[in-house]
């Protein structure tokens, strides 16, 4: 196991990027501390690798200020940041072996000969290629040019690793493979990782902590338990996985609970801290079936109009009597028998799995 490296906290406080009289980001504000793993997480062209590289110094922001360990570098050039980055495309240089790769940057720091043989060995270990260090690039296959790809980025010790959608190119088997990769590498390092992904389950899979960006504006940011079942809105809600949506009429609030009607039907959920919304949101994975209305919890009547086995979990597609459709995910081996198409059901969830858009 390597020494942990030094990890530093970023700050960004109100970093705006336009580009021209576009603005790709607007108002950014976001910590990320001492060794955390951030992942920036949002749809196509909503600023994530925009703010990737501001954060690296290759684009300079058009307005607002970035600390390292609370030194101001928002004007301190990419080679001075001291971070290490790691691209979809590998990058690596095939004229040179994977150990002359992942020897190139500490070459450029000067480091001795001796320093620079031991650290490579290390590294080539690490991303468990050992036997592998004399071959080109061509050679390897794209997980393991993935791989040397890590190892040059993290030899010099950055203090911060920035990981734009890395695995984009792999299979979903390999992707797995180095999405647990980079986990044990993030644990062993102890580095500040920074990743970006558009792909929601490697966001909520690998970080402590998730960003998500949408038109160039950070709508949430917070842990990925957090961000998936407490949005703060009706876009981080429906971006991070089905959701259903229920829109309400008469909302009160009365001591615990706040109460409201969706079609003609009372429903409860336990009052959220802080929201005045007016829409009930619930994950398909609450939502349970069963053949009569529950005395706990909520329950609607509705339909069941589809049916798809999935292995370890089914989906159910339902409609209320009003029209509205809804999704239920059941895990296969608890799902009652007797239903299908066609059945009148009943679909529950309890108060406190209700959530206020
Ligand atoms: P993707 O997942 O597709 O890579 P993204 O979230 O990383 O998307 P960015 O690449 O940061 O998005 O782009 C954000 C917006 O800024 C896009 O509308 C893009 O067209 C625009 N943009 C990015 N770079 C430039 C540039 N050099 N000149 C003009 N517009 C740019």
Redesign the pocket.
Known sequence: MLAKTRAAEIDAQNVGKD??S?T?LDDISLTVGCGEFLTLL????????????VLAGF?AATRGRMTLDGRDVTHVPPEDRGFGMVFQGYALFPHMSVAQNIAFPLKVQRRSASDTKRRVAEMIEMVGLGGHGQKRPSALSGGQQQRVALARALACEPSVLLLD?PFSALDKNLRNQMQDEVRRLHQETGTTFIF?T?DQSEALALSNKVAI?EQ?KLQQIGTPRDVYEQPQNRFVAEFLGDINILPMSDVKSHGRFTEGLFEDQALRIVRPAQSSGQTLAVRPEYMHLTNKQQSNGNSIAATITGLTYLGAETRLDLTTRGGTHLILSQVTADLPQGFGPGSEVWAGWPEDKGILL
């Open positions: 580009f021209g576009f790709a949002g749809p196509s062209g909503s600023g994530k690798t925009t703010f990737l590289m684009e959608e970006v558009h960006f160039g």
